[in-house]
């Protein structure tokens, strides 16, 4: 799967889904997700069966940035979602674009599983303005009339968005 590019301080809600395929009960089922350096965590949660959101069903360590979630069980042939939301923080120096594969892991006793990488794209626009003028007088006498044009360029990875110019006459 994957999430199309996001903008800086966007925040996205990411759902897995844990199946248990089997014909018997799962229990003490944990999940963990390491967040990559350019997610803010925001919160996670386990739903319950009845896609209620349960508050404080997860832990989130910072030093590792990884999100743990403990199953008490799940019902044979029967599914749990879990939730996390996240905001993409500002990309490094330099950066406009970065792809992050998000991978969740399973551990059930001495089973491990990875699920479905989730392929999400930080992005942001980068602009650059250039003020150019009619006249190429020095001076400027009083009641002429100069016409300005601002010419807007982005050279980032995503449109730009609500942008606001504001110049300053003196």
Request: aromatic share 6%; charged share 30%; hydrophobic share 35%.
């Amino acid at each position: 799967d994957e999430l199309g590019p996001q903008d800086i301080g966007t925040e996205i809600e990411i759902m897995i889904q844990v199946k248990n395929l089997t014909n018997s009960e799962k229990s003490n089922v944990e999940v963990t997700q390491k967040l990559d350096d350019c997610f803010e965590f925001i919160s996670a949660n386990v739903c319950s069966e009845e896609f209620d959101r349960l508050e404080n069903s997860a832990k989130y360590d910072e030093s590792t940035r990884t999100i743990t979630w403990n199953i008490d069980k799940i019902k044979a042939n029967n599914s749990r979602s879990l939730a996390y939301k996240v905001k993409i923080k500002d990309l490094s120096e330099g950066m406009t674009r970065k792809e992050v594969k998000s991978v969740s892991e399973i551990v059930n006793g001495d089973e491990t599983y990875k699920s479905n990488a989730l392929l999400i794209t930080a992005a942001k626009s980068v602009l650059s303005i250039v003020q150019t003028t009619n006249t190429t007088d020095t001076y400027v006498k009083e009641g002429n009339t100069i016409d300005y044009v601002f010419t807007i360029k982005n050279e980032g990875s995503i449109a730009a968005r609500k942008l606001n110019l504001t110049d300053i006459i003196p």
